[in-house]
């Protein structure tokens, strides 16, 4: 599925658009200061998480989501081109061993998993979104760029919460009439 989503990766940036005939409307500026400021705190999040795990494989997705979280720093350059004010964010966490952190303060696997999946789908709606109201083709095609990283990331983190049976799932819907089974 990678490949898949860095092939149409590929694709969009050879569309990229450099001269924007007019400024941005404000909802491509709300657009752009929400999403910095959620890659910011997720930012935190997700260090915290990699203080706090010991699971190989979760760390190792967190390491790749956090690594790509910060390659947004496209998103700042932007904004700070196009004049728009960067929003204040939570300080970043310095390194620590997941051995020092008190069993009341530290977050379980699932809570990590199931966080940061949380965290993916916030800005995945919100990409969604700023794609549909954008009408500058380079603010569009950023964010498009944004949601294809975090949809491989989303893929990710899903396929391991499943393995792991983090993944909490909604009741199942049975209409009326039909055998009482799970899927």
């Known amino acids: ?8 990766l590929g694709v969009i ?22 999403t910095f400021a959620i890659f910011k705190e997720a930012q935190v999040f997700y260090r915290i998480a990699l203080n706090t795990t010991e699971d190989h494989q979760l760390k ?3 390491q790749e989501i956090f690594d790509g979280s910060k390659d947004q720093s496209k998103l700042k350059t932007f904004m700070i081109k196009e004049g728009v004010p960067l929003p204040s964010t939570s300080q970043e966490k310095p390194d620590s061993s997941p051995s020092t952190i008190p069993l009341g303060f530290k977050l379980t696997d699932d809570e990590i998993a199931n ?3 949380l ?10 979104s700023a794609i549909s109201q954008s009408i500058r083709t380079d603010v569009g095609l950023m964010f498009i760029q944004f949601q294809i990283h975090i949809l491989m990331f989303a893929a990710e983190i899903k396929t391991l919460m499943e393995r792991r049976g983090w993944l909490k799932t909604p009741p199942y819907y049975l209409p009326p009439g039909t055998p009482s089974q799970k899927p």
Request: charge should be neutral; aromatic fraction near 8%.
């Open 1 to 8: 599925m990678k490949t898949i989503f860095k092939s149409m």
């Open 13 to 34: 940036q050879s569309y990229t658009d450099d001269t924007p005939e007019y400024p941005m409307h404000v909802g491509e500026v709300m657009n752009c200061w929400t």
């Open 60 to 62: 190792k997705i967190t």
């Open 115 to 117: 966080g940061i999946s």
């Open 119 to 128: 965290k993916l789908t916030a800005v995945n709606v919100l990409c969604a």
